[in-house]
C-alpha cells in the first residue's frame, strides 16, 4: 500500500515563505506525476501545481511566479516553495500523485492527508 505524508504547514506572516514536503512510502514501481491542491473553507479543491516526471511543471495562475514545485525522485518526494504568501494563500494544501506499485501494472491516484498552511499577520 503507499501513502503520501504531507508536512511543513503552519501559520506564517503576509510576505513570509515556507515549504511544504511530500513523501510517498510503500511498494512503489514509479511515480509518474505529482502535485499540489489546495482547498480554501467553503471552497473546492484547486490545483496549484503539478510536475511530471521529467520536470515538466504547471501552476495555476494565483500562484505563478510565487511558488515553485520540485520533487527528488530519489526519494520519492515532491515540494512546493511558497514565496511572497498573501492571507489568500490560506488553505488545506494537498499532495496528490500517480503510483504505480509493484503489484500492478496500473498506477493509480492518491492524496495525503493535507497539511494546513495559514497565512495571517
Known amino acids: 500500500q503507499v501513502q503520501l505524508v504531507e508536512s511543513g504547514g503552519v501559520l506564517v506572516q503576509p510576505g513570509g515563505s515556507l515549504r511544504l514536503s511530500c513523501a510517498a512510502s510503500?511498494?512503489?514501481?514509479?511515480?509518474?506525476?505529482m502535485g499540489w491542491y489546495r482547498q480554501a473553507p467553503g471552497k473546492q479543491r484547486d490545483l496549484v501545481a503539478v510536475?511530471?516526471?521529467?520536470?515538466?511543471?504547471n501552476y495555476a495562475d494565483p500562484v505563478k511566479g510565487r511558488f515553485t514545485i520540485s520533487r527528488d525522485n530519489a526519494k520519492n518526494t515532491v515540494y512546493l516553495q511558497m514565496n511572497s504568501l498573501k492571507p489568500e494563500d490560506t488553505a488545506v494544501y494537498y499532495c496528490n500523485a500517480d503510483v504505480q506499485p509493484k503489484s500492478s501494472r496500473f498506477s493509480r491516484s492518491g492524496w495525503g492527508q493535507g497539511t494546513q498552511v495559514t497565512v495571517s499577520s
Open positions: 510503500g511498494s512503489i514501481s514509479r511515480i509518474y506525476d
Open positions: 510536475i511530471t516526471s521529467g520536470g515538466n511543471t
